[in-house]
């Protein structure tokens, strides 16, 4: 009984982990896309992008309102970009993208500017 429970808490404690959000090194943006209905839009960092939630194209990283404050995030990318400035990104670890060009694409959850 010891070892099932064991067991069965290893294995939740694997699960939990695996859909934390997980944080890029520093990087700069080197490419952002917006003007898409619906608010969302995508972006591209100097270095390889990372895919915890295993998405089908983590070739461009996407950003929906309908799951965090975009506006905020676009703000600041734009202005980490017009000042070549460092930034790290959060990337869900339990869902990507799913609104039209950013269907299949890793999805951000917060970022930091340093």
Request: net charge positive; charged share 15%.
């Amino acid at each position: 009984m010891k070892y099932l429970l064991g067991v069965t808490l290893a294995l939740a404690a694997t699960m939990a982990s695996s859909a934390e959000d997980q944080w890029t090194e520093k990087v700069k943006i080197s490419e952002i896309y917006t003007g898409y209905t619906g608010g969302y839009f995508l972006f591209k960092t100097s270095k390889t992008h990372i895919n915890p939630a295993k998405c089908s194209n983590s070739a461009l990283y996407s950003v929906e309102p309908s799951k965090i404050d975009a506006q905020s995030v676009l703000s600041t990318l734009l202005a980490a970009k017009m000042s070549n400035t460092d930034v790290k990104i959060a990337i869900s670890g339990s869902h990507c993208g799913s609104s039209d060009h950013a269907n299949g694409k890793p999805a951000v959850s917060r970022v930091g500017i340093f």
